[in-house]
């Protein structure tokens, strides 16, 4: 399976982005997904996580509230709204797939596709 994230860009601190995460190859209900980020000099961290279907969802804690990743299987692409960002936001966001897709991965070696990374930077 082939991804491909887009949505990052610069945005003022409180505001809002949408990523997607488009799906290439294999159908996406084969693969559970998740968002990663990376910040300049740190290691990459589990953002939000789905199973295939969606029913199952898990967030990183600094997340939770005001983040909310969702699928649409029929369009091969997931998601990741992301509301009242903080400058702590900021880094590149990845998209990856692994084929466990009934449960939740949170960790980066248990998945085994990965997009490019979209840029996020969230100004103070």
């Known amino acids: 399976v082939q991804l491909q994230a887009s949505g990052g860009g610069p945005v003022e601190a409180g505001g809002s982005l949408k990523l997607s995460c488009v799906s290439s190859?294999?159908?996406?209900?084969?693969?559970?997904m998740g968002w990663f980020r990376q910040a300049p000099g740190k290691e990459r961290e589990f953002v939000a996580g789905?199973?295939?279907?969606?029913?199952?969802?898990s967030y990183a804690d600094s997340v939770k509230g005001r983040f909310t990743i969702s699928r649409v299987n029929a369009k091969s692409t997931v998601y990741l709204q992301m509301g009242n960002l903080k400058p702590e936001d900021t880094g590149v966001y990845y998209c990856?797939?692994?084929?466990?897709?009934?449960?939740?991965?949170?960790?980066?070696?248990?998945?085994?596709?990965w997009g490019q990374g979209t840029q996020v930077t969230v100004s103070s």
């Open positions: 190859g294999r159908a996406l209900s084969d693969y559970g």
């Open positions: 789905n199973t295939w279907s969606g029913a199952t969802t």
């Open positions: 990856a797939a692994r084929s466990r897709r009934h449960s939740v991965g949170t960790t980066v070696e248990t998945y085994e596709y």
